[in-house]
């Protein structure tokens, strides 16, 4: 740590930066893409229905994107050298915080089948939140394997 | 005629059922606070951390920043639906905070010690980055994982009480 501490202390360390292209892809490929699909759809179809995001993703949706988010950083996280209590730690927060994401989905379907009352407001608010707090998780984690990595070299 | 006398009843007040969409979002702006300052500064910040572990004080200074945005979070949900904060579920709540933290800080020792029993000449870095990666698992567990356990404890107590 003394030897880096040597260099310029406050120098913003951009190469971390790179993950934000790497969340960009989920967030282009899970949520824009299919948001401008049905886009498409209507225009082919000459339907005049222009859903927004939230209506897109109103019976929890996002919350199962954000499980599959949740897997793969899970995935990177036990292929790296991390001790075995700090894999496990990352590994069982991503689960909890990725299942609990995907059951606003779960829940949802389940009360929408059953004819249950359901209220979307909430519905969106409890998946946008765990979509949010996932995604955060999954950046600052691929932050903390790139800086490992360099650590590891000699 | 004089008006009839008002019926004392004791007033009930609602639980304040907790919902995860509470502390995930308090959680993921951490977290994103956490990230920003690991690429814009990351030597210092990586470095006040660990000097905060050398000296003993990394561990109290999780324990009161997630204590304190629990008991934000708490009180915010409170408000929003319009229920008194129940004594026992904040005793709860502070009580979980404490052990998660504390018990991340034992993993945390045993993480160290893993490091340095690989015997390579650069384990100090590899320890110094195990101190950064627990400080950032353990304010997440801090707020997120007592919540959850709140969450299934009243699910448990509302199918308790329909039963």
Known sequence: ?154 | MSAPAPVLVPARYRVVKIRLADPAAAAAYLSLVFGVLLVCLPVSFPHMIVKSWENGRLVPAMIFLAALLNGLIYLRAAHLRSAKPGLLTSAWLGALTVGIVVGFSFLLDAAILHEQSKLIPNSQALVNEEIVAHTYWGLISGIFLPYLVIRFTQNLNFRAQAD
């Open chain 1, 1 to 154: 740590m003394g030897a880096a501490l040597d260099n310029s202390i406050f120098t913003a360390d951009w190469a971390s930066a790179k993950w934000i292209w790497w969340l960009g892809l989920y967030l282009i490929l899970g949520i824009f893409v299919p948001w401008t699909m049905t886009r498409t759809w209507a225009h082919q179809h000459g339907s005049k229905i222009r859903p927004t995001l939230r209506q897109l993703f109103q019976r929890g949706e996002l919350g199962l994107a954000a499980l599959v988010l949740a897997i793969s950083v899970m995935w990177d996280l036990q292929n790296s050298q991390y001790a075995p209590q700090t894999l496990a730690v990352g590994s069982v927060i991503l689960a909890l915080s990725g299942i609990m994401a995907g059951a606003v989905w779960i829940e949802g379907h389940c009360r929408h089948s059953a004819g249950v009352e359901i209220d979307p407001k909430r519905v969106w608010r409890d998946s946008r939140n765990l979509a949010f707090l996932i995604l955060s998780i999954a950046g600052v984690a691929e932050i903390l394997l790139d800086r490992f990595t360099k650590a590891m070299r000699p």
